[in-house]
């Protein structure tokens, strides 16, 4: 256990369908990050798993989970599991964004979903990711929040 996540459920082989025509096979391990309490789920390659368990996965993972939350513009959030345009499965964390009005206390929230692959995305560099980056996507939410409490 790495020191910003927890294993909270015993890890299983299973397959993962990565193309119409590819298939892996992963540990599936959930998990909840720390201090957060964020609880998600993430497939580790088989061979990955036999090499060097869950730490490669789960450490960026969790970091990047923690990073949005303790950066302000994230309360909390929860893993999430949908499927793309192709029918394949796509992970990532719901994360809550709130603003407090200061002038009458009122709190307003929404949820933001970002995929596993745009919140460890290396954006630093001028990375372009469609919709944006995991912070944009959640500026973009906490900005429409306070546009609308000035209404």
Not at 120 to 147: E, M
Request: hydrophobic share 40%; glycine share 10%.
């Amino acid at each position: 256990m790495a020191g910003n996540y927890a294993v909270v459920d015993q890890p299983r082989r299973t397959v993962k369908v990565v193309s119409a025509n590819e298939s892996i096979d992963v540990q599936q391990v959930d998990f909840v990050t720390l201090p957060s309490g964020v609880r998600a789920t993430a497939y580790v390659p088989w061979p990955q798993w036999l090499a060097q368990g869950a730490d490669t996965t789960l450490d960026p993972l969790a970091t990047a989970i923690e990073d949005a939350i303790s950066g302000g513009l994230a309360d909390g959030g929860w893993g999430y599991e949908d499927t793309d345009a192709q029918g394949l499965i796509v992970s990532g964390v719901t994360f809550v964004v709130s603003y407090t009005d200061p002038s009458t206390g009122v709190v307003s929230s929404t949820t933001v979903d970002v995929p596993y692959d745009v919140l460890l995305a290396d954006t630093q560099f001028g990375g372009f990711l469609t919709g944006g980056s995991a912070d944009d996507r959640l500026r973009q939410a906490y900005d429409a929040l306070v546009a609308t409490a000035k209404l």
